[in-house]
């Protein structure tokens, strides 16, 4: 064969490899497809004060924080976070083409962390309905929020727990979160957790040690400049980066601005809090909180929330006034106590003096096997029950007491208040 034929031969054997190898995976090209959908399903949210009586158009606002929101109906109703939202603040969401729209606060719940808003904006799409049941470990999930003012990005990750149980404020505890390890920012808390066929899993809350709103970041680095300014090597350190850039001899001595930089950054990291504080080990990049450790409310909760505040302005739930641990694997617990393995539910730790638990006889070391007639075996599975039980409903509790054996009390339920 001529060595111009073997060529050509060889060319076009080779061709098909070549497309392939450039060509698109199916799974790349589905999850391309996703995440365009999925970025409609996300706005990016300003919270600012009022400018005041102040009408002219050079009166500045103050941006109180940035987080995300979830389009979650056709109506213009968006999910967020409650507590970076202020119930007086002025709040306009951004969607993905870029548009900007004002929007209204339906509703707050503090307790769930949830908030919902309204708006007219344009080119929303609403969140596809949630599976069924909780996702399991190792769900490959999709994360769309608005890290750091970077609109509408998209990260990857995966369920990496379930059942979290996360503090909230004084005294108080949300339950059931799903944790993952999908890549969570400032700016990101509201939005989306989806999973791989474009479904809502969740809404993104918060990472662990709580990544710091737009104003306490705000405020931490002025404190940090205001403190580093009484240090006189950093003083020096900054006029020594001003000769360099305003002289015009910065393009000459790269070496000096780099090692000047380097300085700079090194007092500015030692200021900030974070994982590894003051030390070599440090953690780069994670100067608020842990790496691969973040949460989202699992999307029936926040579904279930919303439909709340937006047929009444609030959500309105039962409390028994009582801490249980579950007893579970719990063996300390039944050999300090000495509760019989057969009996099974959760213990009372303790109970509110003013408390309906209280009124009604409940007493620590109880243990609390059914509510309303329907076994309790974990504290989540109970603070569901009571949380929809209305306030002012009498409901019939079992308890097991060392000493009298079985018990059945009546409670009467009251509404659980907001901090």
Known sequence: M???????????????????AFAQEPEETSLISICRTLRRNVVAVTAVKP?????????????????SG??????????????????????????????????????RDLLSNIG??????????PVLPPPTGEPPVGTKVIAVGNPFGLYHSVAEGIISGTGRTLAAGKERLIRGMLQTTAPINPGDAGGLLADRRGRFVGMVSSTFG????????????????????????FRDLMDKLGRLFFSGLAGENTEELQNTLEKLSEKLEDRLPGPGRGSRERMKG???????????????????????????????????????????????????????????GVL??????????????????????????EAVRTPDALMRKVFETGPGTTVKVTVWRRGEGALSLEVLIEEMKAE
């Open 210 to 233: 709580r990544a710091p709103s737009h104003r306490r970041i705000r405020g931490m680095i002025t404190e940090a400049i205001r403190t580093l300014n009484k240090d006189p090597e």
């Open 348 to 373: 009372v730790l303790s109970v509110d003096p003013e408390g309906p638990a209280s009124r009604a006889g409940i007493r620590p070391l109880d243990v609390i096997r059914s509510y309303q007639g």
């Open 286 to 344: 994670a100067p608020f909180g842990a790496q691969g450790i973040n949460f989202a409310v699992p999307a029936d909760r926040v579904l279930s929330i919303a439909r709340e505040l937006i047929r009444r302005g609030r959500v309105v739930r039962g409390r028994l006034g009582a801490k249980v641990l579950s007893l579970f694997k719990a063996d300390y617990h039944r050999m300090k106590y000495r509760i019989p393995e057969e009996v099974q």
């Open 51 to 67: 400018a005041g009586n102040d009408p002219s158009p050079d009166a500045e606002e103050e941006i109180i924080s940035r987080f």
């Open 116 to 125: 919902v808003l309204q708006t007219k904006a344009e080119g929303l799409r």
């Open 2 to 20: 001529k060595p111009f034929a073997a060529c050509t031969v060889m060319m076009a054997l080779a061709a098909p490899l070549l497309n392939a």
């Open 70 to 107: 979830v389009v979650i109906d056709a109506d213009g109703h968006i999910a967020t976070v409650a507590d970076v939202l202020p119930a007086d603040a002025e709040v306009r969401v951004r969607v993905l083409d870029g548009r900007v729209y004002a929007a209204k606060i339906v509703g």
